[in-house]
């Protein structure tokens, strides 16, 4: 990722939050790159059972999301909540260290699902924190360069799982728990580094959630909520992604480094496209991607070979980029500056309830039919959605840059 002239112009809190995610990405992906084998392997847990953890973990954080949006836009305050979430997540760390024998199952899905509560509780007032940040032209390329930097530690933390596995002899606890060390540093960062902006004087406070507010928040927030949703259902929890690596042949060791090739796609073009978003048509960028996770699925259905299964892992990392930033400034521009947090909350609540039902389709289809049919089931949720893009309303609409479909 090269430094530009539009970068150079964020503020520096927008860098600072990316930095903040870096840490915290390095420290979950140590974890979460190794989780799916360590459950399954180590404690025993079936891949269905992995499947609905996986959709209830990803949900609870996506729902919280709602309830921390609504109370940041209620106290005017962003950045006291970010700090509550990623202290959580910094804690639940050396559980996962810890669990082992009989109780060792549940121990994971209590650290698991207390993680989720804290990436839930710190993502809306989060991303409301970067649309205060940023200029409005600028949003795009903001929530591209934070999505970028967070994706940087998404793959150096399976990078350096990698490196201690074979270093360590394939001792999950010891990696699980030096983990602990960059979600240290991710808090501490935020809590020295951030300075959010001042509430506007004699601004009163206000009930999100009221019916008068809620009718504030237009159509074309809703259809992005709607797209969002649909598009969740088209891609379920990235743990079947190592799982199927697991599947096809690769070894315990090396296969966080799918993980670690996803995200060096993702981290490298998430800023170029974001950028892009801030001059193109918002539902042409979606169909676009869209397009590449149709083709992903597609590939890793059919793969028997690691060729096959890397270029399914890096056409995810690709779509991944091409749709997360994207998304994030949809949202941002579409609701009121004072429902900012609100609108971030309820978009990912509708997606947590997408991400769950679409996770635990996901396991049971591999579980009784084979791994072909969970990525061959991702695959018709992408035509599904690209149909609704398609549609004439959609296709014709000139959504100018910075709106929503």
């Known amino acids: 990722m090269t430094i530009d002239p539009t970068s150079r112009r964020l503020p520096l809190g927008i860098w600072v939050l990316g930095f903040v995610s870096l840490l915290m990405d390095v420290s979950s992906e140590m974890i979460h790159s190794l989780l799916p084998m360590f459950m399954v392997g180590s404690l025993g847990m079936s891949v269905a059972l992995v499947g609905l953890l996986e959709g209830l973990a990803e949900a609870t954080a996506l729902i919280a999301k709602v309830f921390s949006g609504v109370l940041s836009d209620w106290l005017g305050r962003r950045k006291r909540l970010a700090l509550l979430g990623y202290g959580l997540s910094a804690v639940t760390k050396p559980l996962f260290a810890l669990a082992a024998g009989p109780a060792g199952p549940a121990l994971v899905i209590t650290a698991r699902l207390m993680d989720r509560v804290g990436k839930g509780i710190r993502g809306a007032p989060r991303d409301a924190l970067v649309a205060d940040l940023a200029p409005p032209e600028l949003r795009g390329a903001a929530f591209g360069l934070r999505q970028a930097l967070d994706t940087v530690g ?8 990698t490196v201690l596995m074979l270093l360590w002899s394939d001792h999950f606890r010891a990696v699980f728990a030096l983990a602990l060390v960059p979600a240290a540093l991710c808090v501490l960062l935020l809590a020295l580094g951030v300075r959010e902006p001042e509430r506007p004087a004699g601004r009163p406070r206000i009930n999100p959630l009221s019916r008068a507010n809620l009718v504030r928040l237009p159509r074309a927030y809703w259809s992005v909520v709607g797209v969002g949703a649909v598009f969740t ?26 993980m670690v090739a996803m995200n060096a796609v993702y981290a490298l073009a998430a800023y170029p496209f974001g950028k892009l978003a801030d001059r193109l048509p918002h539902a042409r960028l979606l169909f676009a991607g869209l397009a590449v996770l149709w083709l992903a699925d597609g590939v890793l259905a059919v793969a028997t070979h690691w060729s096959a299964l890397l270029l399914g892992i890096l056409l995810w990392g690709l779509h991944l980029a091409m749709t997360q930033g994207l998304l ?5 521009a579409t609701v009121p500056d004072d429902l900012r947090g609100t609108g971030f909350g309820l978009f990912y609540l509708v997606s947590g309830v997408a991400m769950l039902a679409a996770s635990v389709v996901a396991g049971l289809l591999w579980q009784v039919l084979g791994p072909a049919w969970t990525f061959g089931a991702g695959a018709g949720f992408c035509a599904l959605t690209m149909l609704v893009l398609a549609r004439p309303a959609a296709r014709h609409k000139k959504s100018p840059p910075g709106g929503g479909l």
Request: charged share 10%.
């Open 233 to 258: 259902l088209a891609r379920f929890s990235e743990a079947f992604l190592v799982l199927r690596a697991e599947q096809t042949g690769v070894a315990i060791a090396l296969v966080p480094l799918v």
């Open 328 to 332: 994030a400034a949809m949202v941002a």
């Open 154 to 161: 998404a793959f150096v933390g399976p990078l350096l799982a």
